[in-house]
């Protein structure tokens, strides 16, 4: 007697998404800025600085990660002209009351760092010209949030409500630009 034969697995059923413990740290960084508007009354500004700091940080991490990839490759290929010092950096992110949540986005990007380019051992296999690019998609999707959010904050009337959106909007593009970076390769299917 045979078994009837399984059904075979669809070749194009596309990824499959699951939540990572680095993703869970990215989501929960995100409710930061969140309850910053939602409870603080962060300002419009106060927002956009802090989506401004975070690709600051994304750049940092980025240069880490170019560093651990190629790092004899890499001097004479970062841009560092015109950023600010230091000093006023951190002056206008503690002037914004944005801190926290600064940190608590630093801090998700190094948990990113550390478990999926070193410990999941991405560094293995980046490529320089790939790492140079990588910023530039981010900083085009945050410039259509902002405008987009400009236009929100108008429309609606209510910079609180428009924010929150505007927040929310970013963790989901966020989230799913991490899930996909960060897709784990199809499992075996068990025989």
């Known amino acids: 007697m045979t078994s009837p ?9 596309g990824p499959s998404y699951r939540i990572t413990p680095t993703a869970v740290v990215l ?7 969140l309850a910053g508007v939602l409870f603080f009354g962060w300002s419009v500004f106060a927002t956009l600085l802090l989506f401004w700091v975070e690709n600051v940080i994304v750049g940092v991490f980025n240069i880490l990660r170019m560093l651990t990839a190629a790092p004899d490759q890499l001097f004479g290929g970062i841009h560092t002209r015109g950023f600010p010092t230091a000093a006023m950096f951190w002056d206008a992110v503690r002037g914004a009351g ?3 949540a600064a940190w608590g986005l630093a ?4 948990v990113s760092f550390a478990f999926n380019y070193i410990g999941a051992g991405q560094y293995r296999t980046a490529s320089l010209p790939m ?3 990588r910023p530039y998609g981010r900083v085009a999707v945050l410039h259509v949030v902002i405008i987009g959010g400009g236009f929100l904050v108008m ?7 428009a924010l929150a959106l505007l927040v929310v909007l970013k963790t989901a593009l966020d989230l799913r630009a991490h899930l996909r970076e960060h897709l784990a390769a199809p499992q ?3 025989a």
């Open 98 to 100: 944005i801190a926290p």
């Open 188 to 190: 075996p299917l068990p």
């Open 5 to 13: 034969a399984s059904p075979a697995p669809l070749a194009n059923a």
């Open 155 to 161: 429309a609606l009337g209510s910079p609180a409500v």
């Open 107 to 110: 801090l998700s990007h190094a």
């Open 27 to 33: 989501i929960a960084a995100n409710l930061v800025p």
């Open 131 to 133: 790492l140079m690019a």
